[in-house]
């Protein structure tokens, strides 16, 4: 289980949050991950939240998907700080709660 402890706060919803990460040397999903590549040739913004962008086979979505915008939030710097459009600082859960609002 992935639960993080905290619950969500909109109205009436409550439901658990979940974390879900993979680790180095762990696969991940085949089904998901073309489809994930195949979306992000397609996108107007791409937004990236949290991951270093130097695990592959993912780490390479933001150079597929650079025909749109490509926005990266992370705490440092990634490998595609540089082609971003816009690099964001900053912690996702407290980022995301702003935007949200």
């Known amino acids: 289980e992935h639960f993080t402890g905290r619950y969500c706060v ?3 919803c409550y439901g658990k949050l979940l974390e879900y ?8 999903p085949e089904e998901p991950l073309r489809k ?3 979306k992000s040739k397609k996108v107007d913004l791409f937004i990236v939240i949290g991951p270093s962008l130097t ?3 993912a780490c390479t979505m933001p150079e597929i998907a650079k025909k749109g915008k490509l926005v990266i939030m992370n705490l440092q710097y990634t490998p595609y700080k ?3 459009d816009m690099n964001i600082f900053g ?3 407290i980022v995301m709660s ?3 609002d």
């Open 98 to 100: 702003k935007v949200m």
């Open 21 to 28: 990460t993979i680790d180095f040397g762990q696969g991940l």
């Open 55 to 57: 695990v592959s086979p």
């Open 36 to 38: 994930a590549f195949k």
């Open 91 to 93: 912690y996702s859960d």
């Open 82 to 84: 540089d082609i971003a």
């Open 10 to 12: 909109v109205p009436n």
